[in-house]
Nanobody, 121 residues
Framework: QVQLVESGGGFVQPGGSLRLSCAASGSIFGINTMGWYRQAPGKQRELVATITSIGVTNYADSVKGRFTISRDNAKNTVYLQMNSLKPEDTAVYYC???????????????WGQGTQVAVSS
């Protein structure tokens, strides 16, 4: 199996910063795209940012210029640096990792358990 462990969420005032981490472990042959999604109360889960295995990034318009996604392939870990946080960034943040397991012929998406980010004065 594949396990994803997230960390780094918490409470912060507007304008503050947080850094999320998500480490993948277990039966992994390769990792393709890694990403972060979020879900606010009463809303659908939405994409925040993704990064491919060669470092190509994609961001939601709402976070461009404020959030930075990065990854450490040696550690199977993806990060999300969040700066200039706003109250509307409040949500549960989920990491998503596209994994190929040994002997598998296809890639499978795995999700983290979610970490709460709350931005309020």
């Amino acid at each position: 199996q594949v396990q994803l462990v997230e960390s780094g969420g918490g409470f912060v005032q507007p304008g503050g910063s947080l850094r999320l981490s998500c480490a993948a472990s277990g039966s992994i042959f390769g990792i393709n795209t890694m990403g972060w999604y979020r879900q606010a109360p009463g809303k659908q889960r939405e994409l925040v940012a993704t990064i491919t295995s060669i470092g190509v990034t994609n961001y939601a318009d709402s976070v461009k210029g404020r959030f930075t996604i990065s990854r450490d392939n040696a550690k199977n870990t993806v990060y999300l640096q969040m700066n200039s946080l706003k109250p509307e960034d409040t949500a549960v943040y989920y990491c998503n990792v596209n994994v190929r397991r040994p002997l598998a012929t296809r890639w499978t998406d795995y999700w983290g358990q979610g970490t709460q980010v709350a931005v309020s004065s």
